[in-house]
């Protein structure tokens, strides 16, 4: 790693690019979000707790939580066929394991909370913005939290570890070729996700998880802000 290290776009190996986050931006949910990280725009709708419906699919000991994954059709230039693909299933399930460890279901036998994700622009990076959206949105609905998860994908350019690369850095072939790592945590440091696409040695994985700790207490602060500030304006409220 060398703080001398220029990207293409200007910013520093660790810089993460411009964030907004604002919550309350769909009415009709019980709780939103948004989340933009650079070109990269999630939106987070949760509905429920409500009754599981197909019913034999209720728990009686828990409640469940749902996710739904989506990048809509003009989110990129090349536009993406309308519907799920396998991509978006795995998206969904991994999203589902990142925020999971912090809700309290406990609390909502035979119910289910739903989150629809969906990522009206990318530039990579958009399973993180998806879950820091789904997170805030989590939130806002008032479910019971036992923690915030922010997450951020740190990645390899030839040798030197970034954070929060665009496409055109996670399409980067030089060197031992692209190497990308989504991870997922909360503000207390516990990982509750973390993918490896490429290949990283044990030592730079670890520096890789510190990265993403430094990324992730800047997004936490970001997050809690957007909640502060709805609050504030009289929109943190559950419908
Ligand atoms: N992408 C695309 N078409 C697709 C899927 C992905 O153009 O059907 C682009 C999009 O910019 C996305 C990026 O590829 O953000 C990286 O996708 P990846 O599967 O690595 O997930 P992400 O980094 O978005 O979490």
Redesign the pocket.
């Known amino acids: 790693m060398t703080a001398k290290f220029k990207r293409s776009d200007g910013r520093e190996f660790d810089e993460l690019r411009p964030i907004e986050a604002k919550v309350g931006v769909v009415p009709n949910a019980d709780g939103s979000a948004m989340y933009k990280s650079g070109d990269?725009i999630a939106i987070a709708a949760v509905y429920g707790p409500r009754k599981m419906h197909p019913q034999h699919q209720q728990n009686p000991s828990k409640g469940q939580l749902r996710c739904d994954y989506n990048?809509i059709s003009f989110?990129?230039s090349?536009r993406?066929r309308p519907g799920k693909?396998r991509?978006s299933t795995e998206?969904s399930e991994i999203t589902k394991w990142a925020l999971e460890p912090v809700l309290l279901l406990g609390m909502y036998p035979n119910q289910v909370v739903d989150i629809f994700i969906d990522?009206i622009q990318?530039?990579?990076?958009?399973?993180?913005a998806g879950i820091n959206a789904a997170s805030l949105a989590l939130a806002h609905a008032g479910i019971p939290m036992k923690e915030m998860v922010s997450s951020i994908?740190v990645g390899k350019l030839d040798k030197t570890l970034v954070t929060d690369?665009t496409?055109e850095e996670?399409d980067y072939e030089g060197g031992e070729g692209p190497t990308?790592i989504?991870i997922s945590m909360t503000h207390d440091g516990k990982i509750t996700h973390m993918q490896l696409?490429g290949k990283i040695g044990v030592e730079q994985l670890k520096d890789a998880v510190d990265l993403a700790k430094e990324a992730c207490e800047k997004i936490y602060e970001i997050q809690k802000k957007a909640l502060k500030d709805a609050i504030d304006m009289g929109n943190g409220e559950k419908k």
């Open positions: 990269t990048m989110s990129v090349e993406i693909n991509r998206i990522i990318a530039d990579a990076g958009t399973r993180c994908a690369l496409k996670e990308d989504p696409d």
